[in-house]
């Protein structure tokens, strides 16, 4: 049947002896559940050719990883900055521009908020536990799918449509977040010490959420408030510009 193609931004990691190109098949398994089919763009394309890259496709994820390059947003490199993948921020940046343009439907997690907000002009803390301390641990040591804090959602937002509950407890692996919030962005959730967990852009008639957690992980879980990001990306990307007329949409179809 109809179902719309997402595209996963990939990254490349070395391991076994070889560069390899990929993303955590959670991702692919959780736009699968939700309906909608996995397409890898790993950023060996390159920039120059992101919007035929992207031209097929009717949504896109900007997935997790590692920090985004400050030079991004003008600031100096914290002592404290992970590492940095330089072909990966240049070619996310221009998929999610080429995205925005064709008024794509974007969910960005992680590392993909990040860049989202780096993208409109926002900025971020470069490492949370020395620039901006707080009781929470973000970056848990723990298996992914170990719920470790709490997150309030506003409400009502796209966000806390999506999710379908306004207080979830989420996974968290990240030292990074949302500094200064970039215009245009809404904060839709936080975390209980004030960290951004979640933003979208409104009043516009495209289709932007984002989330620091991983709602991937959750790919065993098909029914929770995780896995309904995807299924709301899902939607969405079927009623996107270019798809034809009559493809199904509802909710229960996407799974049947
Ligand atoms: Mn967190």
């Given at each position: ?59 896109l ?37 080429v995205?925005r ?6 969910l ?16 971020l ?6 620039e ?22 506003k ?10 509950t ?11 977040a ?50 309904r ?28």
């Open positions: 049947m109809n179902r719309p193609l997402i595209a996963l931004s990939g990254s490349i990691r070395h391991y076994d002896g070889a560069d390899r190109a990929g993303v955590n098949a959670s991702y692919a398994r959780s736009i699968a559940q939700a309906g909608g089919i996995p397409i890898i763009l790993t950023p060996a394309i390159g920039e120059a050719a992101a919007s035929q890259a992207l031209a097929p496709v009717h949504g994820v900007l997935t997790g990883g590692h920090d985004v390059d400050p030079e991004h947003y003008e600031s100096p490199r914290s002592p404290a900055l992970g590492p940095l993948d330089p072909a990966r921020d240049n070619f996310e940046l221009a998929l999610f521009e995205a343009h064709r008024k794509l439907p974007v960005g997690i992680c590392r993909g908020l990040q860049v989202i907000n780096v993208a409109l002009g926002g900025t803390w470069q490492d949370l536990p020395t901006r301390p707080g009781a929470i641990q973000h970056d848990a040591q723990v298996s992914r799918d170990a719920r470790t804090h709490h997150v309030l959602v409400e009502p937002s796209h966000l806390a449509k999506a999710l379908g306004g207080r979830l407890v989420t996974n968290s692996f990240h030292h990074q949302i500094r200064d919030l970039a215009p245009g962005l809404h904060v839709t959730a936080w975390a209980e010490d004030g960290v951004i967990e979640g933003v979208e852009e409104t009043g516009t008639d495209g289709w932007l959420l984002a989330v620091q957690w991983h709602p991937e992980e959750f790919h065993q879980e098909p029914g929770s408030a995780d896995q990001l995807f299924h709301a990306l899902v939607v969405a990307a079927s009623a996107s510009p270019g798809r034809r007329a009559g493809l199904e949409t509802t909710p229960g179809r996407l799974h049947g």
